[in-house]
């Protein structure tokens, strides 16, 4: 009985919130007045929601109460992430053994593809050299500005919002900042900055995009550009927690300053590295708006995420766009592992 | 995970200055110099990018067009090659960049708040109340954080366009979403719950419990206890993630192509630029200011907001 009423009642959610989003869908109103609605169900509807299902649990005997109203409160959030989450994720791998509408079982056909299309294979060369450089890069960058602007007496924290501006905005208005830079003119003035000092310099302007391999370097730094500052503010947050009288110890004893962020400092922020590091990983992992819009996956810089989307989205293969999705999944699951067991370890200690 | 806990925040004041070790190198004389010298280079190198598109979205478009961003240094207060013209072109009617940003209103905000009321309650749950699986659920939870959500948005978009079916019997009549606001909020409350839930869960669980259940004692109910003390003492949490939200969602691009892509009149702000960026056309003299319309409400926030989005970003780090 507990738990047909646990069940209904997130169902009866989900109902309750779908039906109020396929009102506004039909009702053609005025736009300022649906944003209106939609902010009033959000803050309001979705919380009154909460707030009657509670005063239907009150209705129950008494020794019930305890046992449905936890659901109440979890059980939404377990339908959406049900339906939203888990539900697809298993679909996408089943998907993946179909074909381009999903109506004929095609076997390992999709991988088949995956592993063979010079196209797809250049994607996962390229991921492999994102997902290696990009966080190397970036935590280098980001632990020695970290070290530096820790010595500084003043101007710290502005010296530190600057690097970690670019964090705040998007994939595509970093690409389109960076077009500043990359950008060639076959005549006339060069209006990228990167060939305006080539051609200061007394050398032919280049078309940086274009230039395989390299190019793929080039759309990396735009990803260093916007992760350094992550891995600098988790950096210094965790040097800043190292003991003083750890490094004061370290210099009674004569070490350098070399030597004790060597001996002392790195391995002491060691899991904020690996936080770090996992992070941009997923990340750069997971990135393609900077290819999408830059390059169009041209000149050799496909990447595994471009692919899913241009398979998924502009080929209409559905077989194929899984297909790349359960790739570009697989190559986070070690991650995962990694999360859950730190997790289960902090459990330990709670 | 312990780093991600408790992150600083940036525009924290800084130490009082005896807690810096006077005696170290590099905080006096020639070292802190050098220290100096090597921060701001990396500052400038990491600014020049921005400058060059603050510079371009302000002059005029036969220089644009024709010259280097940079060359302004020349002749700076030369006022015949500033402009606000590319503003008025971008927020005027016909290039719909202010459709684009009311629809990034409407998609951003709805799809902010609904995923941290849903998780509030569900963290609350997970910290203080007993169930059955309870243990197990959440740790399904923190499995959820990392899942890409490309995995996600095939079977979520055949939901939207067909519905469900399992053995015949239709589970989800066609909801007819693709291209609505609340397609892209479900979505996107979906991918951001895991992570909602974990930050929040991690703050509510650690609220002493000694306040919880005098509170029971003293008679009030789990829904009494969540709004009365418990969301006015998670506020911290509550912004650090709904400036994450707000931020992931204001510059998505993945979800509003696939759900949103065939249809111009709710293209958001990200994709109005995407759009922009890759036309040849006459239009493209607007790009700089269009990608500064759209970077200004998070820059916005960056600024007035800093120690929450720090500690957001920092908390958040393990999204997937």
Do not use: C
Not at chain 1, 212 to 226: D, H, K, S, Y
């Amino acid at each position: 009985m507990t738990a047909v009423v646990a069940i209904a009642i997130p169902i009866a959610a989900m109902a309750l919130v779908l039906w109020v989003f396929g009102w506004m869908r039909t009702t053609e109103m005025n736009r300022g007045l649906v944003v209106l609605v939609a902010v009033l169900v959000g803050v309001g509807g979705v919380f009154i929601f909460y707030y009657g299902m509670d005063r239907i649990v009150d209705l129950f005997a008494v020794r019930w109460q305890d046992r449905i109203r936890p659901w109440v409160f979890v059980g939404p959030a377990l339908v959406l992430l049900s339906v939203f989450l888990v539900y697809p994720a298993v679909n996408t791998v089943i998907l993946s053994f179909r074909d381009a509408s999903g109506s004929e079982m095609v076997g390992f056909d999709n991988y088949r593809f995956v592993f063979t299309d010079s196209a797809m294979l250049r994607s996962i060369r390229n991921t492999l050299g994102w997902s290696i450089i990009v966080p190397l890069v970036a935590t280098v960058v980001g632990l020695v500005f970290a070290v530096l602007a820790d010595r500084l007496t003043r101007l710290e924290s502005v010296a530190k919002s600057l690097i970690f501006l670019p964090m705040a905005i998007s994939f595509v208005g970093a690409s389109v900042v960076w077009g500043f830079i990359y950008d060639f003119r076959a005549f006339g003035n060069q209006t990228g900055l990167l060939n305006g000092l080539m051609v200061a310099v007394g050398q032919e302007p280049v078309a940086w995009l274009s230039q395989e391999p390299w190019n793929n370097l080039l759309l990396m730094v735009i990803m260093i550009w916007m992760q350094t500052g992550f891995a600098m503010v988790i950096l210094s947050a965790a040097i800043k927690s190292v003991p003083e009288d750890l490094l004061e110890a370290g210099r009674i004893d004569g070490a350098s300053e070399l030597q004790i962020f060597r001996r002392i400092t790195v391995p002491s922020i060691l899991s904020a590295l690996v936080v770090v590091l996992t992070t941009v990983v997923i990340a750069t992992l997971k990135v393609f708006d900077i290819v999408w819009v830059l390059t169009n996956g041209g000149s050799g810089t496909e990447v595994i995420a471009e692919r899913f989307i241009r398979y998924f989205f502009q080929f209409r293969d559905g077989g194929r766009g899984a297909a790349v999705a359960v790739l570009l999944f697989l190559a986070i699951i070690p991650i995962m592992v990694i999360n859950v067991r730190r997790f289960r370890a902090e459990e330990e200690i709670r | 995970m312990s780093v991600l806990q408790d992150p600083p925040a940036a525009t924290a004041p800084e130490p009082a200055a005896p807690a810096k070790p006077t005696g170290a190198p590099g905080t006096s004389g020639i070292g802190l110099l050098v220290v100096r010298i090597a921060v701001l280079t990396i500052v400038i190198l990491w600014l020049i990018p921005t400058l060059g598109l603050l510079v371009s979205s302000f002059r005029v478009r036969a220089i644009t067009e024709t010259e280097g961003w940079w060359t302004f240094l020349a002749n700076p207060f030369d006022t015949a090659q500033w402009t606000l013209q590319h503003y008025r072109d971008v927020l005027g009617g016909r290039s719909g960049f202010g459709n684009a940003f009311f629809n990034s209103l409407a998609v951003t905000i709805p799809a902010t708040v609904i995923p941290i009321t849903v998780a509030a309650f569900a963290a609350y749950a997970f910290s203080w109340m007993h169930f059955k699986g309870r243990q197990i659920l959440f740790i399904g939870v923190v499995a959820l954080i990392v899942i890409p959500l490309h995995l996600a948005l095939i079977p979520i978009l055949r939901l939207y366009t067909q519905g469900v079916t399992l053995f015949g019997v239709t589970l989800i009549a066609d909801l007819n979403l693709v291209g609505s606001y609340p397609a892209m909020w479900l979505a996107h409350t979906g991918f951001g719950l895991p992570l909602a839930i974990y930050l929040l869960r991690n703050y509510i669980g650690s609220l002493p419990s000694s306040i919880i259940e005098s509170a029971r004692v003293d008679g009030a109910t789990h829904f009494q206890i969540f709004t009365r003390l418990v969301v006015p003492l998670s506020v911290p949490a509550l912004a650090a993630f709904t400036i994450l939200q707000f931020l992931w969602v204001w510059n998505d691009l993945l979800v509003a192509l696939v759900f949103l892509g065939g249809t111009p009149e709710v293209r958001v702000l990200t994709m109005a630029l995407a759009d922009l960026l890759g036309a040849f056309g006459q239009n493209r003299h607007i790009l700089p200011a269009a990608a500064f319309v759209t970077m200004v409400l998070p820059m916005a926030v960056f600024f007035s907001l800093q120690r929450y989005f720090v500690r957001g970003l920092t908390a958040g780090a393990v999204k997937g």
